[in-house]
């Protein structure tokens, strides 16, 4: 969990670029890659990192974030700004709402009792979590994928070393 507003702003600050760099090899075509017939979408994953951010309203901040449905929208470029927005929105209210007393203070979500901390720690984790759902169906989708927290099979075989298995 964060105990300190900084240690979260930075983590934050190069967790949603690496996201928003995810974000930004997508192409509209790709959008409708499927993890399994009828399942979810890259597209709906992608939109879903937007979203999901919505959800730490429930915890007192304030900030303009897009909420519903799993309605995704059909351009990419859309996605990706509408993340790097709401992906600002959120830090900006973290930054200017709470400090490092908020984030031992403690909110009920489904029954447990959880750390403003412990959630901000959770969102990073579940961002990272889509992103490598979506690193997978871009590579299924004929998409290049950009390096996240290492090289891509891509970029070794470019710098001409023999990539990893
Ligand atoms: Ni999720």
Do not use: C
Request: charged residues 20%.
């Amino acid at each position: 969990m964060f105990t300190k507003i900084e240690d979260f702003v930075a983590a934050w600050a190069s967790e949603a670029e690496l996201t928003a760099t995810v974000l930004d090899a997508l192409t509209d075509a790709s959008l409708g890659q499927e993890v399994i017939e009828g399942r979810r979408m890259l597209g709906q994953i992608a939109w879903h990192l937007v979203q999901s951010l919505h959800y730490m309203t429930a915890l007192g901040l304030t900030f303009e974030a897009p909420s519903g449905g799993e309605e995704a929208p059909d351009s990419a470029a859309f996605i990706a700004s509408e993340y790097r927005r709401v992906s600002k929105n959120l830090l900006n209210a973290v930054r200017t709402q709470w400090n490092d007393e908020s984030l031992r203070e403690s909110v009920m979500i489904h029954e447990e009792a959880w750390q403003n901390g412990g959630s901000l720690r959770y969102t990073v984790m579940h961002q990272a979590h889509h992103r490598g759902q979506m690193t997978v169906l871009m590579r299924q989708a004929g998409l290049r994928v950009p390096d996240v927290y290492g090289p891509t099979y891509d970029t070794w075989a470019e710098k001409g070393i023999a990539p990893l298995i």
